[in-house]
């Protein structure tokens, strides 16, 4: 499969939290050079956790299943995510 690049594009969204709310970010670079063109982020910290795509998948998969075990999305999940470029 061939992908044309569109550059570097984050996907956000905020977490409801009693404490209130929390970030969650993925970045997406194609152009990167090295192996990890993904970073999660959670939270306002600089932590950030940097994927290759196959490892990305994994991640999304081991989540998918678990959060389906907990019952329906909540409301705030049901929405659709533009990406940004910054």
Known sequence: MTRTS???????LRAPNPTG??????????????????????GGGRRRM?????????????????VATLGDPPDHIRTTIRPTGK
């Open 6 to 12: 569109e550059g570097r594009r984050f996907y956000r």
């Open 21 to 42: 709310p929390t970030a969650v970010s993925v970045r997406v670079d194609p152009d990167r050079p090295d192996p990890y063109p993904l970073y999660l982020a959670v």
């Open 50 to 66: 940097y994927l290759t795509p196959d490892e990305a998948w994994a991640l999304w998969r081991c989540l998918s299943e678990a």
